[in-house]
């Protein structure tokens, strides 16, 4: 892409500098506000806050919306209340939820007390569904239809109301008690002789889900159908609002990283990690590794058990570290082919059986090529031909592990309605470790014939 | 979501047993071509082929559209090849193109040379453009408009082309020599007087992407903007076709998964999982594995090296798994907070200083505590002071060092233009792994005044 960025950023930069203030307004005037967003990013406070007032009212709040969580709750706190509120006040539904998911809750507080009411009653209504489900991401902004409307009917109210609405190019046909009949979408509106009625050319079988429903599980279904907007209804199947698929792009990018985080054994941290202090890192860092060292405590043990096969054949220990190490990522590799493949819906729950086949064939043969290498190596140490075999047998082992170890967790947590990301590389690179190390040992054992 | 699928699937189920056939088309008729390309694929290759040739052409293509690879190709050649061409021809360009990637490329030959010469020069044209890159994903099927036009005109021109157009609520304004002018929303144009010039409506500075811009930039552009259709132009900067954001929505699935694998020491796999075979898929592994077991070869010759610690304190051995899982777990955990930070933006490479400071006191805090733990151990293990203390120091080395190659190596693979994701997990558990181990034979030595 032409980074059109760039180039405006200069003569922002040039026009601030000589303050032509007139010109630098009319050069943000044409900006996409997700440039301006970006701009002011990169601007210290106070120019930011200098920079934000030259905005017409309907670009800054649109600017306000594509900003990050640090800078907003920063730029409102050097407003007035009143100015605070006035932004708010006029945000899409769904964004301000999201602002709100941000900043503390005092300040949630107070900026709901300065609303008019009926945008207080939204806010809180939004609000207070659980905060992954579609109910907190989506939007009440749309646009509602009467069964007994004719097309050009249709096309008059959608003129009358675009103006506040999230989308104007599905609207929404509803009964008189607000249950969902069908969704119009305004191609066939504009498409159809003005004089046809809309149940005619509605869709009478819509796709919807419930405010209750996960927001990946929202985010899955308009993937699916490859839905602009999606309608919520309630427990009474009344509608309440529709998510839009602009919001379903920042579900899949979250979700992803939450996947990502769970998957390397982090809990997900809300912040950027930028913003987020050392402290909260950590802490969502400690449980897992905590949960891995402990598990570790037992190789210590199996190791003590053990001190007589390393007291006699040291060269026993030279291995440890490349046989667990190889478990691991073997196992790390298989968890994520099938977390992946479950998470996308590529992989079913009933393909248990057809995955661990797979696995096993491609530990066995994956395990052989490593063997090869890894006893190649014990030979030339010199550690003797029953090492180099004793290391060989274990190798294949632990590969075999690995993938089954990593291939099964995944599906064990499906089916206890765990997400599949908690079975993470680093707790299957330690069951793996812990068992592929009492393995190489008790194979050590028998055929070197070691006595305690 | 209420299951509708479900309750389909059942009636249709019962309505083929009986073979009401009749019903069953009319069934079919008013399901969601996503949910009937669903339940053809739990069929049996026979029962698919019979009910496919039970769709009406125009539901049949976009049920086609929607299907997965080895079923598309099982399918197509269960037809004659005019047949199979019919259905080619009907499809949207995206979506054909897709399939072709699936397609062996003899198929793909042969398919072609049914197609009419304009769509098979269209095919081709996108087939060209390198695999990742916005040319290869994007449509041709778009409304352009002229700059002369009034919205009215405008919704008469949109009116009589809007059949076979990927989406009619995106125009694009071009000028004679096809270079993009601008872009109108049906929107803007519903809204306006009927007699306005649409350059008055227009956006004048729309954002676009070129042909070769890679897919994943264009997935950040359209998700950045929120765009629902993004311009791609050729190098002379004419409009050549658009990308919607159904593509997108699959873009970003693709690129997390690619991420995911690599991240896992995988090679992006192209297949299914389920598809995928067991050498296909253990050759996408072993690369990683080769270099992880190679570069672990060094672990031996250290640990060789330090046979005279390990004969004089056999206790030492005890902690080599835990001392070298623990680092790769904090390794991974920082890689992977690294890299996702790379990924979508919220880290940049100016960043890494700041990134560094921050593993480094997380990796104080982190190793301190499980340092404790695990001289706990050594101490209740009755292994002696200097033993324990060596685990102690060694935990916190490992720690920190997981942490800082961890986050050092994404920055240093984007500094290269190589995607950060391939600094994965395996890779740097096992550098911290061979680090860690030399790090804690040594302050052993010293510690514990060992001699050789």
Chains 1, 2 share one sequence.
Not at 111 to 137: F, Q, V
Not at 140 to 155: C, V, W
Not at 414 to 431: C, E, F, R, Y
Request: with cysteine.
């Amino acid at each position: 892409m032409v980074d059109l960025k760039e180039k405006f950023l200069a003569s922002l930069d040039k026009l601030f500098e000589r303050k032509q203030f007139k010109s630098l307004k009319e050069l943000m005037a044409v900006m996409e506000a997700a440039d301006v967003a970006e701009i002011l990013a990169e601007k210290t406070p106070t120019e930011r806050v200098f920079l934000f007032r030259l905005l017409h009212k309907d670009q800054a709040i649109e600017v306000f919306e594509f900003m990050e969580g640090a800078e907003r709750e920063e730029l409102l706190s050097s407003f007035t209340d009143s100015e605070a509120a006035s932004i708010i006040e006029e945000m899409s539904d769904d964004d301000r939820t999201a602002l709100f998911d941000e900043l503390p809750a005092k300040t949630v507080k107070k900026l709901l007390s300065h609303l008019s009411p009926k945008e207080r009653g939204l806010a809180n209504t939004l609000l207070n569904y659980p905060p992954d489900s579609a109910g907190h991401i989506m939007t009440t902004e749309f646009i509602d239809l009467k069964e007994r409307m004719t097309a050009s009917q249709a096309i008059d109210r959608i003129r009358a109301t675009a103006g506040k609405k999230e989308t104007i190019y599905t609207s929404f046909v509803v009964a008189p008690d607000r249950r969902l009949r069908g969704t119009v979408q305004l191609e066939d509106l504009i498409l159809a002789a003005p004089d046809v009625p809309i149940t005619d050319i509605m869709d009478t079988n819509p796709v919807f889900v419930s405010t209750s429903d996960d927001r990946e599980e929202t985010a899955r279904t308009m993937s699916r159908y490859d839905l602009q907007a999606l309608p919520v209804v309630d427990s009474e199947e009344r509608l309440v609002g529709i998510v839009t698929f602009d919001d379903i792009l920042d579900v899949i990018q979250d979700e992803a990283t939450e996947d990502f985080e769970r998957m390397a054994g982090i809990q997900p941290v809300d912040e950027n990690y930028l913003e987020a202090g050392v402290l909260t890192l950590s802490r969502k860092r400690l449980t897992w590794l905590l949960v891995c060292i402990v598990t570790q405590l037992f190789s210590t043990t199996i190791l003590e058990h053990y001190t007589f096969a390393l007291e006699s054949v040291v060269a026993l220990a030279f291995f440890i570290p490349l046989l667990i190490d190889t478990g691991g990522n073997t196992g790390t590799q298989a968890s994520t082919l099938v977390i992946r493949g479950l998470t996308v819906g590529e992989i079913e729950e009933a393909d248990l059986g057809h995955v661990l086949l797979k696995e096993s064939l491609s530990g066995l043969l994956l395990g052989t090529v490593l063997a090869l290498l890894a006893s190649l190596r014990a030979w030339t140490m010199g550690t003797g031909p029953g090492v180099a075999l004793t290391v060989a047998i274990s190798v294949v082992g632990v590969v075999m592990m690995g993938n089954l170890v990593g291939a099964f967790l995944p599906f064990a947590a499906k089916k206890m309605k765990v997400d599949p990301a908690v079975m993470s590389g680093p707790l299957i690179t330690t069951v793996v470790d812990v068992l592929g190390l009492l393995l190489y040992l008790e194979v050590a054992r028998r055929l070197l014939g070691l006595v305690a």
